[in-house]
Every structure is written in structure tokens, then in C-alpha cells.
Nanobody, 121 residues
Framework: QVQLVESGGGLVQAGGSLRLSCAASGSIFGVNGKGWYRQAPGKQRELVATITSGGIINYGHFVKGRFTISGDNAKNTVDLQMNSLEPEDTGVYYC???????????????WGQGTHVTVSS
């Protein structure tokens, strides 16, 4: 089994900062990449930031230098530092790992339970 546990969401005023953390645990044999996605009410889930095991980073178009993703390959963790938050950043943030493990011989996506981020104006 593989589990993803997220932490760090909450309520913050516009212009504030939050740091999200996610740790993957269980029988993990390889990680292609990991990252964060979000879903605002009434909208589809969208990419926030991803990082490959080789360190290649991709950000959603709306990030505009405000967020920074980082990861620890040895610990199977991924963090998202979010600065200059805007009310439009409100939503549920999901951690994602594309990994091989949990008794499955191929790579597939695993998701965290989601953590709420609310940015007040």
C-alpha cells in the first residue's frame, strides 16, 4: 500500500503565505515525479506545480513566480511554498505522486486526500 499525507492548508489573508507539505509512504520502488494540483469550487482540477525525479519543474500559468515547489527524493516528500496568495488561489490542493509501488509493477498516479486553502480578501 502507498499513502500520501498532506499538511499545511488553512485560512490566510490576501498577500499572505502558506506552505504545503506531502509525504508518501509505504512500499515505493520508484518515483517518476510529484507535485500539486488544485480544484476550486465549480472548476476542474488544474496543475499547480510538478517536479520530476531529475529536478525538472513545471508551474501552472497562474503561478507567475509566487509559488516554489521542492522535493526530497530520499524522503519521498514534496513541498509547495505559496507567497503573495490571492483569493483566486482558494481551493482544495491535492498532492500527487507518479510512482511504482504498492504491489503494482507499473507507474501510476497516487493522490492525497486534499488540503483546503482559503484566501480572504
Amino acid at each position: 500500500q502507498v499513502q500520501l499525507v498532506e499538511s499545511g492548508g488553512g485560512l490566510v489573508q490576501a498577500g499572505g503565505s502558506l506552505r504545503l507539505s506531502c509525504a508518501a509512504s509505504g512500499s515505493i520502488f520508484g518515483v517518476n515525479g510529484k507535485g500539486w494540483y488544485r480544484q476550486a469550487p465549480g472548476k476542474q482540477r488544474e496543475l499547480v506545480a510538478t517536479i520530476t525525479s531529475g529536478g525538472i519543474i513545471n508551474y501552472g500559468h497562474f503561478v507567475k513566480g509566487r509559488f516554489t515547489i521542492s522535493g526530497d527524493n530520499a524522503k519521498n516528500t514534496v513541498d509547495l511554498q505559496m507567497n503573495s496568495l490571492e483569493p483566486e488561489d482558494t481551493g482544495v490542493y491535492y498532492c500527487n505522486f507518479n510512482l511504482r509501488g504498492g504491489g503494482t509493477p507499473w507507474y501510476k498516479d497516487y493522490w492525497g486526500q486534499g488540503t483546503h486553502v482559503t484566501v480572504s480578501s
